[in-house]
């Protein structure tokens, strides 16, 4: 065994270090885990994600034992940054946030990955976003490596809590968001370039958010560049950029069925989310011919007993994308709004599943209400949106489990792709990106599906397997960095 797995397993429970004998995995895993959980105790979310990942490897560790060698280093971020962020409300009262970004890992190529604003936002929620990130790009079979960033401000305005005594209810002006954004890229503008870390949009980061961000970086470094992706077409977007995760899911969708010999017309789905991960999935099932039931938001969700119409889900885009506000809004003859409920709960059913809303939305008692229900497929559009006890349910049922690295892995992909044609300074057509796009996810799969056939696993962990093989050859023959 080679001398820097030796290091590695060194002083963990149950392993020994001598050349004569067989790595226990188990052990090993168990250790690493160990490790991590000392060092971040109160990192929950970080945690959770961690030990979904490192479960499922072991039947890789089995065969290549000469990956342990990374595993400790791929658990801990290579850079972690944090920093206060002030600005001025319009009443002229200073106000501070903090912000993060975690470049993760760039053994495959710069930092990739998005900003989020929420009032949720935590180090250990931007490390799990991290960490999950790094595995996700990978799949892409895209030269980026893993990383996230955002802070705890709420361009929505839900909260009080970010200083200053006035709430307000219908959220934060354009010329607040403004100012903060100018304030944050203050910062971060010192840690991101076009070949070092590119940042893009998460939940409270859409196109007003990007732009505010990338103009204030242009002030600063007197250039421009493809520092940020998710920007629009007027200055250096792609085409099919928005649509990328919500289309990349129902993509990733259409392989499993294919697979198994299905057709997705007819197919019955309980959506959540009515972001845009959530539009752009159900413009696209609709397209296809399937129905879509419901879309959610934190106020509740609306459900259509025989799916949305297109109509209706410009409705919906106009609540969302133009008026920023909730879905009570909502109004149709047929249409149904339940208030304070998750759609999970929607009395119907359904053949699949797309949670899009956000992390751990799927819990046990969620889970075994769609297996109940009759689904049969969830295809993750959100970052780790089911718990650790709901995958394990949905595995014991045979619900299979297209996991959020490689099912929503369409945005990152789609952003890869603008970065390459700021690169080369072109732009392509909707209809190349949107093929190049269906070719990625197809490659996702196939990469997710042959170590999920290799190594005897759930498609889940046979996303975990692939994405892990690439980075960790990467890391070997990097050496110790």
Request: negative net charge; charged residues 20%.
């Amino acid at each position: 065994m080679p001398t820097q797995v030796l290091a590695a397993m060194d002083g963990l429970p149950g392993v020994t270090t001598k050349l004569s004998s067989k790595l226990d995995v188990s052990a090993f895993v168990e250790g690493i885990l160990a490790k991590v959980q000392a060092r971040d105790p109160e990192q929950k979310e970080f945690l959770q994600a961690v030990e979904e990942v490192l479960l499922s490897l072991k039947p890789v560790l089995a065969k290549h034992p000469e990956y342990c060698a990374v595993l400790e280093r791929m658990c801990e971020p290579e850079r972690q940054i944090m920093f206060r962020v002030p600005w001025l409300d319009d009443a002229g009262n200073i106000r501070v946030n903090r912000g993060y970004r975690v470049q993760f890992s760039s053994a495959i190529g710069p930092y990739k990955g998005g900003l989020r604003f929420h009032p949720t936002v935590s180090l250990s929620v931007i490390k799990f976003l991290g960490f999950e990130q790094c595995f996700k790009n990978a799949l892409t079979t895209l030269p980026m490596g893993g990383g996230k960033g955002g802070t705890d401000f709420d361009p929505k305005g839900k909260s009080d809590n970010e200083g200053g005594t006035d709430f307000d209810p219908k959220g934060k002006s354009d010329n607040e968001v403004m100012r903060f954004c100018q304030s944050f890229m203050t910062e971060l503008h010192r840690h991101i370039g076009s070949t070092t870390d590119v940042p893009a949009g998460d939940i409270g980061v859409g196109g007003r958010e990007i732009g505010f961000l990338y103009g204030q970086y242009k002030r600063l470094q007197n250039e421009f560049t493809g520092v940020l992706t998710g920007k629009a077409m007027e200055w250096g977007g792609s085409n099919i950029r928005p649509e990328a995760t919500g289309y990349g899911a129902v993509y990733f969708g259409l392989e499993i069925l294919q697979d198994k010999g299905e057709d997705i017309k007819g197919k019955r789905c309980f959506i959540s989310g009515s972001g845009n991960v959530a539009q752009y999935a159900a413009e696209k099932l609709i397209q296809l011919g399937a129905v879509v039931l419901t879309l959610s938001d934190s106020t509740g969700y609306v459900y259509e007993e025989d799916g949305f119409t297109m109509e209706q889900l410009k409705q919906v885009m106009e609540i969302k994308n133009v008026k920023r506000a909730s879905l009570k809004e909502y109004s149709s003859p047929t249409g149904v709004y339940v208030a304070g409920q998750r759609c999970w709960n929607v009395d119907d059913k359904a053949h699949i599943a797309l949670p899009c809303a956000t992390q751990n939305e799927i819990e046990y008692e969620d889970a075994v209400k769609l297996v109940n229900k009759g689904v049969a497929m969830v295809l993750e559009g959100a970052n780790m949106p089911s718990t650790n006890d709901a995958i394990a349910h949905f595995h014991k049922c045979g619900v299979v489990l297209a996991a959020a690295k490689a099912c929503n892995a369409g945005g990152v992909a789609v952003s890869g792709l603008e970065m390459a044609q700021n690169a080369c300074m072109s732009t392509w057509s909707s209809e190349q990106v949107d093929e190049r796009l269906k070719v990625i996810m197809h490659d996702i799969f196939a990469a997710s599906s042959g170590a999920s056939k290799e190594y005897g696993v759930t498609l889940q962990e046979g996303a975990n397997i692939a994405g892990f093989e690439k980075i960790a050859k990467a890391m070997i023959a990097q050496g110790c960095v």
